[in-house]
């Protein structure tokens, strides 16, 4: 299984950008999928998810300023993030969750992508 996730680097307070994570080795479309941020002394945290069936949930602090979606053709979620604040600044890593017929939830990370929101 892979994750490949991009589109993150360096943009100033107010500044859009747009993550990808394309997912490899796995039925794209039956697993939810979510972004999550770590940033430096914290711990990792959900920002937006996504299920199968297209519903969303964000976290209090990004509500209004990122989107997320999934383009299952292509097996790609995306995060468009606008309005973006100094705070936004950590790794963000995209996630496919599926719960396995037998009861147990899978689970698989990609390797991050540094967001630095910083004039």
């Known amino acids: 299984v892979q994750l490949q996730a991009s589109g993150g680097g360096l943009v100033q307070p107010g500044g859009s950008l747009r993550l990808s994570c394309e997912a490899a080795g796995i039925i794209f479309r039956i697993h939810d999928m979510g972004w999550y941020r770590q940033a430096p002394g914290k711990q990792r945290e959900l920002v937006a998810s996504i299920t199968s069936g297209g519903g969303t949930n964000y976290a209090e602090s990004v509500k209004g300023r990122f989107t997320i979606s999934r383009d299952n053709a292509k097996n790609t979620v995306f995060l468009q993030m606008g309005s973006l604040k100094p705070e936004d600044t950590a790794v963000y890593y995209c996630?496919?969750?599926?719960?396995?017929?037998?009861?147990?939830?899978?689970?698989?990370w990609g390797q991050g992508t540094q967001v630095t929101v910083s004039s």
């Open positions: 996630n496919a969750a599926y719960m396995a017929p037998w009861g147990k939830r899978l689970n698989y």
